[in-house]
């Protein structure tokens, strides 16, 4: 309590947007970060077109594990 | 400690995910492959070290990068560091597809940002990574793909936070420069596009 969260301005919420998503932002930045995309219809937009860009790429599917790998592996773990 | 059918079963399920992985990181078949064979034997045989079952797979992924960033290091040590100066020279650094495509006077009418996403194709999107320098490259994976923290990512490319926090900003620049390149490329957004913002 007390601490009151500081005013960022678009140019800063810009520089923080990644980390944000990332949830490494210190606690107070963060905090700053939540009250001004609240308010900040630009910067939710952006907030919200890393964070789509950020999802894509985290449900890449790229290639099936062809057999031979299977088979290789099979004989790994049948050694263990 | 998770056992040996654990550990058979996880590697099972997930082996097409760890090829995946592999396969971004070596861009090659058949050297995804042995990186794959060989994470999973080094991961049997550190499985002690495992202390969360649930994190199984992005502690195999992890296992695997140090295997692939370890010959990496070997390599560059008979090579004389000529791979990673790209690194430095690359221009990418502040790129933002956002701004390419943010048209103000459009924001009650149309939405180009999220068209744009919606015409991307999980191939594109494998195609821009492929194109990226080789520390892009992991830092993207490590970062967006993996889910690993900047911590985690430092500890394991052995370089401190600050760098890895600045090797993430470069790596998505440049995602999202050859993102937007394969898209002109494509067709998919038009020069015009450009500067409109």
Redesign the interface.
């Given at each position: 309590m007390g601490d009151e969260i500081k005013k960022l301005e678009c140019e800063q919420a810009i520089t923080m947007i990644?980390?944000y998503l990332?949830k490494?932002l210190p606690d107070h930045d963060h905090e700053a970060m939540d009250v001004h995309l609240e308010t900040c219809?630009?910067c939710f937009?952006?907030m919200e077109?890393?964070k789509?860009?950020?999802g894509?790429?985290?449900a890449?599917?790229?290639?099936?594990?062809?057999d031979?790998?299977?088979d290789?592996?099979k004989k790994?773990?049948g050694k263990? | 400690m998770p056992d040996?059918d654990f550990?058979?079963n996880q590697?099972?399920v997930n082996?097409?995910?760890?090829?995946?992985h592999a396969?971004?990181m070596t861009k090659n078949?058949a050297d995804a492959?042995d990186l794959?064979?060989e994470g999973?034997?080094k991961a049997?045989k550190a499985i002690e070290t495992l202390e969360n079952e649930s994190r199984f797979v992005p502690w195999v992924m992890r296992i695997m990068t140090n295997h692939f960033i370890s010959d990496k290091r070997k390599a560059r040590e008979k090579t004389k560091h000529i791979e990673y100066i790209e690194e430095y020279s690359d221009d990418a650094e502040h790129f933002s597809?956002?701004e390419q495509?943010?048209q103000?006077f459009l924001?009650w009418w149309g939405n180009p940002?999220?068209e744009f996403?919606d015409d991307?194709l999980?191939k594109d999107?494998?195609a821009a990574?492929e194109a990226l320098p080789e520390q892009f490259r992991v830092a993207?994976l490590m970062?967006?793909?993996e889910?690993l923290?900047?911590q985690e990512i430092s500890e394991t490319l052995e370089v401190p936070v600050g760098t890895v926090?600045s090797r993430?900003?470069r790596a998505?620049s440049a995602?999202?420069k050859q993102l937007w390149e394969h898209a002109l490329e494509k067709g998919l957004v038009s020069q015009e596009s450009e500067g409109l913002s």
């Open positions: 990644l980390e990332d490494e219809r630009s937009s952006r077109f890393e789509m860009l950020k894509k790429v985290n890449l599917q790229i290639k099936k594990a062809p031979s790998l299977r290789k592996i790994v773990t263990f | 040996r550990f058979s590697v099972d082996l097409d995910r760890f090829y995946a396969l971004l078949e492959e794959v064979a999973i034997a049997w597809l956002f495509l943010h103000p924001l940002e999220k996403l991307l999980q999107i494998i990574i993207v970062a967006d793909i889910g923290s900047y926090r993430i900003a998505r995602l999202q």
